[in-house]
Every structure is written in C-alpha cells, then in structure tokens.
C-alpha cells in the first residue's frame, strides 16, 4: 500500500494559505507554486543515496559526503504540472524532465494519453510525477500505468492538494507509489473540484479563465 505523506512544514502551509486564496493573482501564484514545489522537493529527495568523499578543507583532510549520482527524472503532467518544475529544479539541477499529456474522454471520462516523451533510460531513473491537484486520481493514476509500461519502476507521486478520493485511487492502483502532499483536502464536489482546493490550478497558474 503507498505510504501517503502530508509535507505540512510551516513554510508550505503559509505559503499554500496564499496559494488558496483567490485574491492572489497569477504571478504571485506561479511564485507561490514554485516555492512550495522546492520545500516539498526537500523532503521528497530526504531517500537519495549518499557516498563518501574526500575533501581539503583548508585546515584538514576529511571524509564527507555527496548524494550518489542517483538519476531523477521528473514527469509533470500537462498543464498544471509544469508550475512545479523549475521550483525542484532549482535544488535538483540535472534531473531529466519527461512530460505526459492527457484529456478527458467527454462521453466516458477516462483519461486519453495525447503526448508522452520521456528521458531514453528510463529504466535507470526514480521518477518524480508531479501533479498538482489529485482530485479522482484518474489522470495521475493514467500518467504512472504509461511511465511503467515504458519500463519506469520506482516513481513518487508529488502533488500540492489532494482529495481523499484521488489518494484512494493511487493506493488501490498503484500500491508501490508513495504519495507526498502538501494538503490533504475534504473531498471533491459535483464538479469534480477539490474543496477547498484553490479552483483550476492551470488556470491559475496560467492565467486563463
Ligand atoms: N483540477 C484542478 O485544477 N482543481 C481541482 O480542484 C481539481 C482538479
């Protein structure tokens, strides 16, 4: 069964207040988002192997330590998930960045893959798929069966909010996925939104309406 962890250090939660709101307007959010996509990628990467090392500091000789060259790829879904890639970036450098794009079937609502493009060695990388509002879960749980069957086996799932709904989901269908959150929320609404959520986070990101 996923581990589900709530990331509800001080900071993502101040930040995520802010988020919410709907005075914020799309560059304070987009700011917001990136900020809170970094703290978050602090706790998720808390796992990377280290190795030792052998440093001159310029009073002594010592053994340190450096993370181990582990390969990271991470994988925002489209659109929304893009928010939150410069922000991990940002800590995590040479990370390769895969993309998968989805839309929702409007007569059965299952989720149609219309783009997928991910690093060629997947089968070395840990992915991170990231997306930021897990509401049913049917997208996210879409975008991990397509990065497994293309070989990808240790993936983490990074969202801002999820609905308990959408955690659900992952755990029944992807048991070996742990789940990293900043929020867990109440529950959807009629339609399909996370309440309280903070609305269409591409939208908002975006600033389209
Ligand atoms: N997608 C969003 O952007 N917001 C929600 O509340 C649910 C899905």
Redesign the pocket.
């Given at each position: 069964m996923s581990n589900v962890y709530v990331l509800d250090h001080p900071l993502i939660q101040h930040k995520l207040t802010y988020i919410r709101d709907e005075r914020t307007g799309t560059k304070e959010f987009r700011e917001l988002v990136d900020e809170v996509a970094g703290l978050m990628a602090f706790e998720i990467t808390r796992d990377l192997p280290l190795q030792e090392v052998t440093v001159k500091t310029p009073v002594a000789e010592a053994t340190m330590k450096t993370i181990a060259g582990k390969k990271l790829g991470l994988v925002p879904i489209l659109r929304?998930g893009l928010g939150m890639v410069d922000g991990i970036l940002k800590l995590i450098p040479a990370a390769k960045v895969g993309h998968v794009g989805l839309y929702r079937d409007p007569e059965t609502l299952t989720p149609i893959e219309y783009y997928v493009k991910l690093p060629s060695d997947v089968e070395e990388r840990d992915f991170i798929v990231i997306d930021?509002?897990l509401?049913t879960g049917g997208s996210a749980s879409a975008a991990i069966t397509s990065i497994k069957n293309r070989g990808a086996k240790n993936i983490k799932l990074m969202c801002l909010?999820a609905a308990p709904e959408g955690v659900k989901v992952i755990q029944d269908e992807h048991p070996d996925v742990d789940i990293f959150l900043a929020a867990l929320d109440e529950k959807?609404n009629d339609h399909?939104?996370?309440v309280p959520?903070?609305?269409?986070?591409?939208?908002r990101l975006f600033g389209t309406k």
């Open positions: 929304a930021p509002m509401a909010v959807l399909g939104y996370i959520g903070l609305g269409d986070a591409g939208d």
